[in-house]
């Protein structure tokens, strides 16, 4: 993996710790890859989100 550096706005890094702290994810950086990846699947391969 390769690291990144972004800047995201504080009402996102709220969000973020909010999923977090329910143990939806163990961290921000697994949240955020599972977000990456599912914009990628549906913008880039054209996949329907899960549940659908």
Excluded: C, H, Q
């Amino acid at each position: 993996m390769k690291l990144i550096t972004l800047y995201l706005p504080e009402p996102y890094i709220t969000a973020l710790d909010k999923l977090v702290n329910e143990r939806f994810y163990p961290n921000r950086a697994e949240a955020i890859r599972v977000a990456i990846r599912d914009l990628i699947s549906i913008e880039v391969w054209g996949r329907k989100p899960n549940g659908d």
